[in-house]
T-cell receptor, first 114, second 111 residues
């Protein structure tokens, strides 16, 4: 299994541009998450999904959109990029089949908005 | 979800046990204690979790006090590759939107 795969690994955007960060998992996990991590800080939850067709906001959803049309894919969309969105973005998934769950993370996308 | 308090940084000699403490004094009865680590700028990696009893796996041991207000992650024989930021997280069951990562403990393992 490849686990959680994120593309691209690096990207530079100009202010106002848009882009989609891709995330796919091959573990048949029903739960998926997007986090962002600013330098020296912990991770903040942007959006999450408990299954195909179901998404919900996390701590910092403004400026982002998500969709979940399949179990495997959970893309994150930035419509009008701003310098404040310069960060490292991590996608994660979990099975959440019991009372406890552990998250599996991708390797991240480093995004700079200039 | 309960907040956690961890030291900002710790050092450990290679081959020695690394004991990373975490305080979670407001933890409630159904909340689990999770530990993750993040090596350099990689994605966080799950280490271990527990509810009441002490737990051990191939990576580490988790010791939870009887009152559950604190816990310790033990890496029995630290190696240079264990240098990372370690996050202690407390969350309840089925609470998908509250896996909150603080700033963690930066563990430096030295030769």
């Amino acid at each position: 299994n490849a686990g959680v795969t994120q593309t691209p690994k690096f990207r530079i955007l100009k202010i106002g541009q848009s882009m989609t960060l891709q995330c796919t998992q091959d573990m048949n996990h029903n739960y998926m998450y997007w986090y962002r991590q600013d330098p020296g800080m912990g991770l903040k939850l942007i959006y999450y999904s408990v299954g195909a067709g179901i998404t919900d906001k996390g701590e910092v959803p403004n400026g982002y959109n998500v969709s979940r049309s399949t179990t495997e894919d959970f893309p994150l969309r930035l419509e009008l990029a701003a310098p404040s969105q310069t960060s490292v973005y991590f996608c994660a998934s979990s099975s959440a089949t019991g009372q406890s769950e552990k998250l599996f993370f991708g390797s991240g996308t480093q995004l700079s908005v200039l | 979800d309960a907040k956690t308090t961890q030291p900002t940084s710790m050092d450990c000699a290679e081959g020695r046990a690394a004991n990373l403490p975490c305080n979670h004094s407001t933890i409630s009865g159904n909340e689990y204690v999770y530990w993750y680590r993040q090596i350099h700028s990689q994605g966080p990696q799950y280490i271990i979790h527990g509810l009441k009893n002490n737990e051990t796996n191939e990576m580490a041991s988790l010791i939870i006090t009887e009152d559950r207000k604190s816990s310790t992650l033990i890496l029995p024989h630290a190696t240079l590759r264990d240098t990372a930021v370690y996050y202690c997280i407390v969350r309840g069951p089925y609470n998908t939107d509250k896996l909150i990562f603080g700033t963690g403990t930066r563990l430096q393992v030295f030769p």
